[in-house]
């Protein structure tokens, strides 16, 4: 997971999606457990204190309905991806993610360091939790209805049910309490509504049966003091692009008892030229959501190892031949540094973009391991930022070579 990026070096506008809660599936981690990006299972573990290995390879969907299990097996889940996808030299222009998938967004871009990601997840997902022992609740998706329509047969059902997620033109979740989530259903298919389906989550999230946890989360994203980014995030709150690490201690506190805006997320990614969406991560919901809902977007989803060549075709697909992808780290004129190590980074302080680079130049360190560049060029960017964990093979910076 780097951060700090400069944004796409191709001509395509890109963004990276991570999906949320209800993605995961039974054994998402088996595809990967040969993969070098595992690695990051064991680091995950470490820090949540929790055998992460064992919940993707083994856990069944009961145990991963948890809301403790759901949220970090898909957090490891995409980041996993997201260092796969890395490892080819391809940076988005923009990051977002869907609910959880925004915890994922802002580690991706270097907000969040790998460490502090982890454990905010574990702390928001203990808190809702506790917040759903409380206050139970549930989940149904409504399709083919109107948001319109969907917030009326909320009011009408005259309980406690309110639209949780904006997902897209025709999809929208509403929960609540069990009885208020059956009643809206009843009505909204009187409405027009063409079906309802009960989503895997135990609990009525991105509602104001949330906000006991609202407390607790905001102290512990003060405490992981979300960074500046390069690439910004677009938030589920208010469907803007955030690049200010301040920004986020509010945003994700209202994250937990606002509805998702997803919709608007991808409009406003398209209107700032985004033309094409990669999801990274298991279920592949959020392609089918960005081709709903933007006219001409290319999409794809990747999940698993066997995506990634699926996925250097689809970019070489829309960038020109001179900035084309042939294989991990190999671009006509650029090139990329990778860790040779797994540890805290740090760069040389007296290396600025625009600085010549020659093969063995030491331009930081990881840990104890000095970092030497295996190319010679100008230095564009430092990707991993001072202070983050770092793990081998994870890009550091990137060279431009003529």
């Not at 069990?178 to 009187?190: C, F, L, T």
Request: charged share 20%.
């Amino acid at each position: 997971m780097v951060g700090g990026r400069q944004g796409s070096k191709f001509s395509v506008v890109l963004a990276f999606t991570f999906p949320g809660q209800g993605s995961q599936r039974p054994g998402m981690g088996r595809p990967w457990a040969d993969h070098d990006s595992w690695e990051l299972v064991a680091e995950a573990s470490d820090v949540a204190g929790r055998d992460v290995a064992r919940l993707l390879l083994d856990a069944d969907a009961d145990e991963l309905k948890d809301t403790r299990n759901a949220q970090l097996t898909t957090f490891v889940s995409s980041l996993m991806v997201l260092d796969a996808v890395e490892r080819l030299g391809v940076e988005p222009s923009f990051c977002a993610g869907h609910s959880l998938g925004e915890y994922t967004a802002l580690t991706a871009t270097g907000a969040l360091g790998f460490d502090d990601g982890v454990r905010l997840v574990c702390e928001r997902a203990d808190a809702m939790h506790e917040a759903s022992r409380s206050n139970p609740g549930t989940m149904s998706a409504i399709l083919g209805l109107d948001d319109e329509l969907v917030e009326v047969a909320c009011r009408r059902a005259d309980s406690d049910v309110w639209v949780a997620n904006f997902n897209a033109p025709g999809q929208i979740v509403i929960a609540g309490s069990p009885d208020g989530v059956a009643k809206a259903i009843e009505i909204a298919k009187e409405l027009g509504a063409k079906k309802a389906m009960s989503l895997p989550v135990s609990g009525a999230f991105h509602t104001p049966f949330m906000s006991p946890a609202r407390d607790r989360l905001r102290q512990a994203i003060a405490a992981a003091t979300p960074r500046d980014t390069d690439v910004p995030v677009i938030s589920n709150v208010d469907a803007a692009a955030h690049d200010h690490g301040d920004d986020w201690a509010s945003l994700l506190s209202a994250q937990l008892s606002s509805p998702v805006r997803w919709r608007q997320c991808l409009v406003t990614l398209s209107e700032l030229g985004v033309t094409s969406f990669a999801e990274l991560g298991p279920g592949g919901v959020l392609t089918g959501m960005a081709k709903r809902t933007i006219d001409g977007a290319r999409t794809i989803s990747i999940a698993a190892p066997d995506d990634l060549d699926k996925f250097i075709e689809w970019v070489n697909a829309s960038s020109p031949t001179t900035a084309q992808l042939e294989g991990e780290h190999l671009f006509a004129v650029e090139r990329l540094v990778v860790s040779p190590a797994a540890g805290i980074f740090t760069p040389r302080s007296d290396l600025t973009p625009g600085a010549h680079i020659e093969i063995g130049t030491v331009i930081g360190a990881v840990g104890e391991a000095e970092v030497r560049s295996a190319f010679a060029g100008i230095l564009q960017a430092f990707i991993a930022v001072d202070g983050e964990r770092i793990t081998p093979r994870q890009p550091i910076a990137w060279l431009r070579t003529a």
